[in-house]
C-alpha cells in the first residue's frame, strides 16, 4: 500500500479540486470537466502505451482521434437511402479498386526485386488507379453531395448503437497505425515525431473535404446518445420525483405552491443535465478502468518487460532474438487503437462531429503535454496527466481573469491595458501549458508520477 | 499566339506565385536547418517564432504610419524589420539561455529538445496572442502592384494578363539577398566556418579551438534574421495570422526534410520544391489546354489533379515519399 501513497494522495488532490469547482461554479461546468478529463486520460494512456512503454514518438495523435470521431458517425447515423441509390455502388467499386491497388503493390513487391523497375511498376499502378479512381469517384461523389446538401449530401453511417463506434474507432486508428508504421517507424525519433505530424495532417485534410463521407465543414450534428435525452428525462415523473425528493429540505421552506412549482421546474432542468452527464461520466469510468487495469497487467508481464528493454536498448534486446521492427508495430497499432477509442468517446459526448476543430495544438501537443506532466511509462500518472492538465486548460482562463482583476484592480475600467489583458485572458491557458512543461521536464524530467519498476 | 498565351498563363498563376511562397518557405527552411544542423534538435516553436518576429514589426509598421513615416511606394514595414529583427534576436537568446541550455549542457537526446521546444511553442503562442491577438492583421501599404494585368494587356496585346505584386518581387529580392549573403558568411568567413565544422563534428570542433557558446549564440542571431524576414515577408504577401504561422511550419519542415536537413543548400532550394509542387499540382490547367490544343481536343474537366482543398497535403506527402525513398533528403544531409 504504501507504494501507491503518492498515487492516492495525488488523486485525491485532483477529485477535491472538481468537487471545489462544483461548488464554486457549478455542478455541470465540474461534471463537463471530469468528462474531458476521462477522455484526455484514455488518450494519454494511448500515447503512454508508445512513448512509455517503447519509446516511440507519435505526433499524429490527432488524426486517430478524428477517425475515432469518424467512426462514431460511419456506425451511428441513419443510412442515408437516396444518396446510396445515387452513387453507393460506384464508391464500391472504388474501395474495391483501392483493394485491388494495394494487392497487386504488395504481388509487386514481393516478386520483383529491389530495383528501379519495380518503383515504376509501382509508380504505374499508382497513377493508373488513381485515374480509375478519378473517372468512376468524381461524378459519384458529385451525386452523392447533391442529395440535399443541407441536411445529408453523404452516405451516412450503418445506423447501429453509437457505443459499438468506440470499438470500430479503435480499429479504424489501428488500421492507419498500421500504414504509417509500416511507413515511417524506421526513422529516427524526431523525424517520426514530424512525420506522424504531417500524415495525422493529411488525415484531417480528408476528412475535412471528402464530403461524401464525412460531410466536411457542414459538420454531422445530432447524434444518437447511449444515455438519455435531457428532455425527455424533463418530462418523465420518476424523475421529477427523484428531484423533489433530493431537494425536499430546500423546497419545504418555500410557501407559496405556485412559487415551489417554479424552483422545481428550474431544479429539474438543471438535474436532467447533470443526470446525463453523469450517466456519460459513468460510460467513461467503465472504459477508463478496463483498460487501466490492461494497460497494467501488460506493463508488468513478460511483454512489458520486453518492451521497456526494447526501449532502453533495441540493440541488445535485438541481440536476444527480440523482433524490435514487430514489436514497435504492435504496440504503435495499440497505442492508436486506444486513442481512437477516446475520438470516438469525445463525439459520444459531444453528439457532433466537427473535423474543422481537429486542430494539432488541441489533439497532438496538449496531449503530449500531459503525457509528459503526468509520466511516461506509468498508467496511473498518464491519467493524473490527463487530469491535471486538462483541469488547468479549462480553469486557466477564469483564474487568468481573477488575477488579472486583481492586480489591476488600482487602474479604472476605461484603461486601455487592463482591456487589452482582460480580452485576451483566454490565451493565458497556452502560456500555463508552456510554462507547467518547462518547469515539469527541467525539474520533475520523469513527471509528477514517475515510473516504478516492480522488481520480482 | 496561343502559345505565348498559355506560357504567360503559367506565369501568372503558377511561376510568379510559387517563386514567392518558396521563397518564404526557404527562409523559413534554412531557419529550421540551421537549428537542427547545429543545435541538433527539431524545433516545434519555429511557426510561432516567426510570427514572434512579425508581430514586432506590425506593431512597428503601425507605430510609424502613426508618425507618418514611410518609405513612398514600398511597405513601411521594410523599415521596421531591422528593429524586429533585434527583438527576435533578444528573444531567442533569452529562450536559449533560460530552456535550451540546460539539455544542451546535459546532452539530453534530440527528442527532449524536441519536447522543450513543444514548451517553448506553447509559451511563444500565447506571448504572441496576448499582444496582437489572435486576428488578422493587414500592415501592407505602398504601391500593391508592379504589374497590372490590364497594363499587360495593353502593352502585348495578349488575352491573357500577367499581374506582379510588390510584395512578390520584394520577397524574391530581398531573399536572394540574404540567402547569398548567408552562403557566403558560411563559406568565407571564419566564423561561418566554425559553425560548419560545429555542425559537422562537435567533438572535433571543440577539439580545435572553437567557442561553443559563440558558435551557438551565432546561430541563434542568424535564426533570428531569418525567422523575422521570412515572417514579414509571409506577412506582407498574405496577412499576418498567428494560427497561420503556426500551420506553416508544417510545410516549412517538409522543406527543410526533403532539401536534406542539415544543408542549408539544401532546405533553400526545398522550399521551392514544396512550392512548386503544391502549385502545380493543385492548379486546374483547363484554360492552358484550351489555347495549346486545337478546339476538337478541348477538355471538358478542370484538368486539375488535386483539388486546392489538399494544397498542405500535396507537400506532406512528398514528404513521406522522401523519407521512404531517399532518407537523407533530395540533397544529401544528415542520415535520418
Redo the contacts between chains.
Keep these: 500500500m504504501r507504494q501507491y501513497a503518492n498515487v492516492i494522495t495525488a488523486y485525491t488532490i485532483m477529485i477535491i479540486l472538481i468537487i471545489l469547482v462544483g461548488v464554486f461554479q457549478s455542478w455541470n461546468v465540474a461534471l463537463s470537466i471530469l468528462n474531458f478529463c476521462l477522455i484526455s486520460a484514455v488518450m494519454t494512456m494511448g500515447a503512454n502505451i508508445q512513448w512509455g512503454y517503447a519509446g516511440l514518438i507519435n505526433f499524429g495523435i490527432m488524426g486517430y482521434t478524428a477517425l475515432g470521431g469518424l467512426a462514431a458517425v460511419l456506425i451511428s447515423v441513419a443510412p442515408v437511402q437516396e444518396a446510396w441509390a445515387v452513387g453507393g455502388l460506384d464508391m464500391i467499386i472504388c474501395a474495391g479498386i483501392i483493394v485491388v491497388m494495394v494487392l497487386s503493390i504488395r504481388y509487386v513487391l514481393k516478386k520483383i526485386e529491389k530495383s528501379k523497375k519495380r518503383n515504376y511498376i509501382i509508380a504505374a499502378i499508382i497513377i493508373f488507379g488513381l485515374m480509375l479512381l478519378r473517372v468512376i469517384a468524381g461524378p459519384a461523389t458529385e451525386h452523392i453531395e447533391a442529395v440535399d446538401p443541407a441536411k445529408t449530401g453523404f452516405l451516412g453511417g450503418l445506423g447501429m448503437p453509437i457505443l459499438f463506434s468506440w470499438i470500430v474507432g479503435a480499429f479504424f486508428a489501428g488500421g492507419l497505425a498500421y500504414i504509417v508504421g509500416k511507413v515511417a517507424l524506421g526513422l529516427r525519433a524526431d523525424y517520426l515525431a514530424i512525420a506522424t505530424l504531417l500524415i495525422s495532417e493529411i488525415v484531417i485534410a480528408v476528412i475535412k473535404h471528402e464530403d461524401w463521407l464525412s460531410r466536411g465543414v457542414k459538420n454531422v450534428i445530432g447524434l444518437k446518445r447511449p444515455v438519455p435525452y435531457e428532455v425527455d428525462l424533463q418530462n418523465s415523473s420518476w424523475f421529477i420525483d427523484l428531484v423533489e425528493k433530493l431537494h425536499s429540505g430546500k423546497l419545504k421552506l418555500i410557501n407559496s405552491l405556485a412559487e415551489r412549482q417554479d424552483v422545481l421546474n428550474q431544479l429539474v432542468i438543471e438535474s436532467s443535465s447533470v443526470y446525463v452527464k453523469l450517466c456519460l461520466a459513468g460510460l467513461f469510468f467503465i472504459v477508463v478502468i478496463i483498460l487501466l487495469i490492461i494497460t497494467q497487467k501488460a506493463l508488468y508481464s513478460p511483454w512489458g518487460r520486453m518492451m521497456r528493454a526494447i526501449r532502453d536498448n533495441d540493440e541488445a534486446a535485438n541481440a536476444m532474438g527480440k523482433n524490435v521492427v514487430k514489436e514497435h508495430l504492435l504496440i504503435f497499432i495499440l497505442g492508436s487503437a486506444v486513442v481512437g477509442i477516446a475520438g470516438a468517446m469525445m463525439v459520444t459526448h459531444d453528439g457532433l462531429f466537427t473535423p474543422g476543430s481537429y486542430r494539432p495544438m488541441r489533439y497532438t501537443f496538449l496531449i503530449w503535454v500531459m503525457v509528459i506532466v503526468g509520466g511516461s511509462g506509468n498508467n496511473f500518472g498518464a491519467i493524473l496527466g490527463g487530469f491535471v492538465v486538462w483541469f488547468l486548460w479549462v480553469e486557466a482562463a477564469p483564474i487568468a481573469l481573477f488575477l488579472i482583476n486583481f492586480f489591476t484592480s488600482h487602474l479604472p475600467e476605461t484603461n486601455a491595458l487592463k482591456i487589452h489583458l482582460i480580452n485576451s485572458a483566454p490565451y493565458f491557458r497556452f502560456l500555463t501549458m508552456g510554462i507547467g512543461l518547462l518547469l515539469i521536464m527541467r525539474y520533475r524530467p520523469k513527471g509528477i508520477l514517475p515510473e516504478k519498476i516492480i522488481k520480482q | 499566339m496561343d502559345f505565348i498565351n498559355a506560357i504567360i498563363l503559367l506565369l501568372n498563376y503558377i511561376i510568379v506565385p510559387a517563386l514567392s511562397y518558396g521563397s518564404q518557405l526557404a527562409l523559413g527552411a534554412i531557419f529550421v536547418t540551421l537549428i537542427y544542423g547545429i543545435l541538433r534538435?527539431?524545433n516545434?516553436a519555429t511557426g510561432d517564432m516567426m510570427a514572434f518576429g512579425t508581430m514586432f514589426a506590425v506593431l512597428l509598421t503601425w507605430y510609424f504610419q502613426s508618425l507618418g513615416i514611410n518609405l513612398g511606394v514600398l511597405p513601411t514595414a521594410l523599415l521596421t524589420i531591422p528593429f524586429a529583427v533585434i527583438m527576435m534576436i533578444l528573444y531567442m537568446l533569452i529562450i536559449d539561455k533560460l530552456?535550451f541550455r540546460?539539455y544542451r549542457i546535459k546532452k539530453s537526446?534530440?527528442?527532449?529538445l524536441?519536447?522543450?521546444s513543444?514548451?517553448?511553442?506553447?509559451?511563444?503562442?500565447?506571448?504572441v496572442?496576448?499582444i496582437i491577438?489572435?486576428f488578422d492583421r493587414r500592415f501592407f501599404d505602398g504601391e500593391k502592384f508592379i504589374l497590372k494585368a490590364v497594363e499587360f494587356k495593353e502593352m502585348t496585346g495578349l488575352n491573357e494578363g500577367l499581374t506582379v505584386k510588390t510584395t512578390q518581387v520584394i520577397t524574391i529580392v530581398i531573399t536572394v539577398i540574404v540567402v547569398s549573403l548567408l552562403f557566403w558568411f558560411l563559406n568565407k568567413t571564419k566564423t561561418g566556418k566554425s559553425m560548419r565544422a560545429y555542425s559537422d563534428n562537435e567533438d572535433l570542433a571543440l577539439l580545435s579551438g572553437i567557442d561553443p557558446n559563440k558558435v551557438v549564440m551565432i546561430t541563434w542571431m542568424i535564426a533570428g534574421v531569418l525567422a523575422t524576414i521570412g515572417g514579414v515577408l509571409y506577412g506582407l504577401d498574405k496577412s499576418f495570422k498567428p494560427f497561420v504561422y503556426?500551420n506553416n511550419m508544417?510545410p516549412i519542415?517538409?522543406a527543410a526534410?526533403v532539401g536534406g536537413i542539415g544543408n542549408p543548400f539544401g532546405a533553400f532550394l526545398g522550399g521551392y520544391v514544396i512550392a512548386f509542387a503544391e502549385i502545380f499540382i493543385t492548379y486546374a490547367y483547363k484554360k492552358f489546354f484550351m489555347y495549346l490544343l486545337p478546339e476538337s481536343l478541348e477538355p471538358d474537366?478542370l484538368m486539375q489533379l488535386l483539388?486546392t482543398?489538399?494544397k498542405?497535403?500535396v507537400s506532406?506527402?512528398i514528404?513521406?515519399i522522401v523519407?521512404?525513398?531517399r532518407?537523407t533528403g533530395i540533397f544529401k544531409g544528415k542520415v535520418?
Design positions: 534538435f527539431a516545434f530552456v540546460y537526446p534530440p527528442v527532449q524536441a519536447m522543450v513543444i514548451g517553448v511553442l506553447f509559451v511563444t503562442q500565447a506571448i496572442r496576448i491577438g489572435p503556426f508544417l519542415f517538409a526534410i474537366s483539388s482543398d489538399y498542405f497535403a506532406f506527402s514528404l513521406v523519407l521512404l525513398f532518407p535520418l
